[in-house]
């Protein structure tokens, strides 16, 4: 029965972090819509990926352990309410502000899920191998994401009311998480400090603290690309690549993202050190290779090269996750995956927010090529000063 409830558990927690980065990723296939009908700008639609992004920091700066001391199931109760509320927002977008404001929320929700979803992922798989946990949470956010880009746009060109059709599936999904993470088990004895937790502070109880820094690269550079494609995927579609199709944009939106959930089970067998030298080196190729589909209108060429820079992106990501989660304890996992998503978060804010200056003075190519540079430069560092974590070192020499 203890099984069960586990296995009950990892599924319920698994389903509702995809769930919640779903639907931050529902309005993305609207953007053209909105900046066609509603007079939304190339900057205005960075800022929302600027003010989602800070909103998923703040989650994580101020109540990134909260889950700690209430437990698991009530901050993903809290989790739901803040998508719910953002998603109502969204059914009447008719200026910046509404979409801005949602935004935020659901960066809100997002920040929470990434330590308190991820950590009850992490307490619930115990039955299951040890890669498995690590792939889950580092592809998730792009599995979600993808999800919700796909069946948004697909909502928005074949079904009726095409601008709230999409929220009102995301709230009925809400609903089913709810029902789910009610009969599953909580996994952590609530303690006291709930207001100390508020205090910003991030763990880093893996002993070999040569381990994180190469990893952060990891993190910023492919979640600096992951951005690039929230705030600028629909008009990349239109403009570079001359399609108006949302479905065809929420496509061209997920070739980057769900390969990536192939990417960790690829992992498998390699170290993690490895796994963050090839899985850099390829997303790097992969990155090049979307630029130059972006100069000469390639659709086939893009859809090709971000699958292999979001597969590629997946292995780099799970190898630096097996790094840093290695011997950690559970009571330690929330404020170390705080600690992942927090830098992950801000590696995708400042770019965004560069990116959105330099759209005011070139296209969207030359933009693209900003991200370009900061994936080489990701690329040098991780193959000179990748690691692995001391005990596969000591495994490897035997």
Known sequence: MQKTNTKIGFFASTISFLMVFAASATPIPLYDIYRQEDGLTYNDLALTAVVYFVGAITALLIFGRISNHLGRKPVAFLIFALTAIATIILFDVDSATPLIIGRLLLGLACGLASSALTSYIADSASFLPHWVPSA?????????????????????????????????????????????????????????????????????????????????????????????????GPSVAVDQLGTHSTLMIGILFSSYLLPSAIGGPLTAKLTPANAQRIGMVMFTVGVMGIITSLKFSSITMFLLCSALAGASQGAALTGSIRSLLADVKINERAGILSLIYAVSYTGAAVPSFISGQLSHHMDLFHVSIFYGIIAVVACFITLIFAKNPKHVEAEVEL
């Open 136 to 232: 889950v949470i580092s592809n998730s956010p792009m599995t979600g994401l993808t999800i919700g880009a796909i069946v948004s746009g697909s909502l928005v060109e074949f079904g009726p009311y095409p601008r709230v059709l999409c929220y009102i599936v995301v709230l009925v999904i809400l609903a089913i998480c709810t029902i789910l993470i009610t009969v599953s088990k909580e996994t952590i004895e609530k303690t006291p400090g709930l207001i100390n937790s508020f205090k910003p502070k991030f763990s880093l109880p893996q002993a070999d603290k040569r381990l994180f820094p190469i990893a952060a690269v990891t993190f910023v550079s492919t979640w600096a690309m992951g951005a690039f494609y929230q705030a600028f």
